[in-house]
């Protein structure tokens, strides 16, 4: 049974602290999807990934994230510093292309609190 | 530019009762796709459907079915005879090609569905 692997499933650290959070996408999918879900904002795409290379990064605040796809198998997401208003799901999600029917998987989430 | 309106918050319906879940969307695009995601209180946001703007034809899984009508740009989900596993938040969703020849996509607000038994 396929699916986009997160870790870490939940995180809770002080503000001001690194966060790292990673992602192991569908193999053969080569499409990465970051997004972000807040009661308030609802699920934001962060970054957007194809064949390792970033398409769309606009949503994703570039003084304190990051996202990289180091290899096809391993997309990352940084916080640093991070911010209490970072609290929320982060989930990941991959396709198998980037087409616009293109279906996209969601991972579980990495539940982010910061204090 | 894209917009998915999910305008129910939250239905609340007896075990055993139908609901339908309702999604407009807006687009100038011809081609687009749309689909449904459900989100249960583990978190986890589970694909259900996909649809492509040049089939209207109604599909139907098991309880679930969904309404695809182009005049009035809606893509609505029908539970039949719903059951406490329905409790979930439901997530409709829009995807175009954009200017740069890739997907993007344009999530609705969501609409939380609570069966109570």
């Known amino acids: 049974d396929a699916r986009v692997t997160q870790t870490p499933r939940h995180k809770v650290t002080e503000m001001g602290q690194e966060v790292t959070m990673r992602c192991q996408p569908i193999?053969?999918?080569?499409?990465v999807f970051w997004y972000r879900q807040t009661m308030m904002q609802g699920l934001e795409l962060l970054a957007y990934f194809r064949n390792r290379a970033p398409l769309d990064d606009s949503g994703m605040p570039k003084d304190r994230f990051s996202a990289e796809m180091p290899d096809a198998t391993l997309a990352t997401l940084k916080i640093q510093p991070s911010e209490p208003r970072d609290s929320a799901v982060y989930f990941c999600?991959?396709?198998?292309?980037?087409?616009?029917?293109?279906?996209?998987?969601f991972g579980e989430g990495s539940w982010l609190t910061v204090v | 530019a894209q917009k998915v309106t999910q305008a129910q918050t939250e239905i609340s319906v007896v075990e055993k009762e139908d609901v339908t879940l309702d999604c407009v969307y807006e687009t100038r695009d011809t081609t687009y796709y749309l689909f449904w995601y459900k989100q249960p209180p583990s978190g986890e946001l589970v694909f259900l459907i996909r649809r492509n703007s040049f089939d209207e034809q109604n599909e139907i899984s098991g309880r679930y079915s969904w309404n695809f009508q182009k005049s009035t740009s809606s893509f609505n989900f029908t539970i039949t005879a719903s059951q406490v596993v329905d409790s979930a938040v439901y997530f409709c969703?829009?995807?175009?090609?954009?200017?740069?020849?890739?997907?993007?996509?344009?999530f609705g607000t969501g609409t939380k569905l609570q069966v109570i038994p």
């Open positions: 969703a829009l995807s175009v090609r954009n200017s740069g020849g890739y997907q993007k996509v344009t």
């Open positions: 193999l053969g999918h080569n499409t």
């Open positions: 999600a991959s396709g198998l292309n980037s087409f616009s029917g293109n279906t996209i998987y």
